[in-house]
Nanobody, 127 residues
């Protein structure tokens, strides 16, 4: 059974940092896998923030987080991370990791391209 479990959320002060963790089970981080991080705020669509192609390590970021967030993987631990720096109030939201099986470098931040989702972890940034 494919399962993704996020952790690492919580309350952070503006300007601070946090690291989110996505633990995968039921499958291994293989070369035909893409994993992405998404954020949802009430009343808005789920926004793609960062994605990584496990096979090549290629990454892509939304403009809103480029230069502040970094996605990485630890294949030995079957884990994906999202390092978030210089957080601001607009980063508040529920954060989800998601996976899709696809060989190749066509990175996507589109929600509908992903088949497997975690339950999310809340991040609240206070000023």
């Amino acid at each position: 059974q494919v399962q993704l479990v996020e952790s690492g959320g919580g309350s952070v002060q503006a300007g601070g940092s946090a690291r989110l963790v996505c633990a995968a089970s039921g499958f291994i981080l293989s070369s035909n896998l893409h994993v992405g991080w998404f954020r949802q705020v009430p009343g808005k669509d789920r926004e793609g923030l960062a994605t990584i192609y496990i096979g090549g390590g290629n990454t892509a970021y939304a403009d809103s987080v480029k230069g502040r967030f970094t996605i990485s993987r630890d294949s030995a631990q079957n884990t994906i991370y999202l390092q978030m720096n210089n957080l601001n109030s607009e980063d508040t939201g529920m954060y989800y990791c998601a996976a899709r099986f696809r060989r190749g470098y066509d990175l996507s931040l589109t929600r509908d391209d992903y088949s497997f989702w975690g339950q999310g972890t809340q991040v609240t940034v206070s000023s």
